[in-house]
């Protein structure tokens, strides 16, 4: 079993829908969770964090969490085409020593 | 300024030959990253240092080493190129336990 899977994709959704990421992971250990976005060609940015089972939102990001199901998701609402991107999802095992990183889920919005 | 820079951002060389990327942060993190990215996007763990000291070295060949001269630093040199070396490698740094990366632009290597 891998140790962090997310939804395999691709995903195609229209311009202003709710798009919807999701990940599994391992270790239950695990205190940490981080979305990163990756644009074709450039390095993963990090664009939310989750530490705490429940729902933390921003902007149009929204993640969440739930250790006892060893699941974590991102929602994206009123989804845009500057969205379009492989999203990787990112958790911090037990160790904490590093992050571990899921394959990606490449997403694409359509005007 | 860029906080996690690295260079080159373009590497084309033949097999067999030796190469070095370097990297730096400005950001004041103890901890340093190397992560190659193959093809398909998957991020793999190849070593980290904290403040010079190597705390990770994953299952790597052995013609990868790294080398941190100081905790802003980074480096990896790479021996005897192969051509399944080819892939995207990225820096990143970090603050600690909890915290996200810090990615560099990253490198691409072709092995030719």
């Known amino acids: 079993q891998k140790e962090v899977e997310q939804n395999s994709g691709p995903l195609s959704v229209p311009e202003g829908a709710i798009a919807s990421l999701n990940c599994t992971y391992s270790?239950?250990?695990?205190?940490?969770f981080f979305w990163y976005r990756q644009y074709s060609g450039k390095s993963p940015e990090l664009i939310m964090s989750i530490y705490s089972n429940g729902d933390k939102e921003d902007g149009r990001f929204t993640a969440q969490l739930n250790k006892a199901s060893q699941y974590v998701s991102l929602l994206i609402r009123d989804s845009q085409p500057s969205d379009s991107a492989t999203y990787l999802c990112?958790?911090?095992?037990?160790?904490?020593?590093?992050?571990?990183f899921g394959s990606g889920t490449q997403l694409t919005v359509l005007p | 300024d860029t906080a996690v820079s690295q260079t080159p951002k373009y590497l084309v060389t033949q097999m067999g030959n030796d190469k070095s990327i370097k990297c730096e942060q400005n950001l004041g993190h103890d901890t340093m990253y190397w992560y190659k990215q193959d093809s398909k996007k998957f991020l793999k763990i190849m070593f980290s240092y904290n403040n010079k000291e190597l705390i990770i070295n994953e299952t790597v060949p052995n013609r990868f080493s790294p080398k941190s001269p100081d905790k802003a630093h980074l480096n990896l040199h790479i021996n005897s190129l192969e051509l399944g070396d080819s892939a995207v490698y990225f820096c990143?740094?970090?603050?600690?336990?909890?915290?996200?990366?810090?990615f560099g632009s990253g490198t691409r290597l072709t092995v030719v």
């Open positions: 990143a740094s970090r603050r600690g336990q909890g915290y996200g990366y810090t």
């Open positions: 990112a958790v911090e095992p037990g160790s904490a020593r590093q992050l571990t």
């Open positions: 270790d239950r250990g695990s205190q940490s």
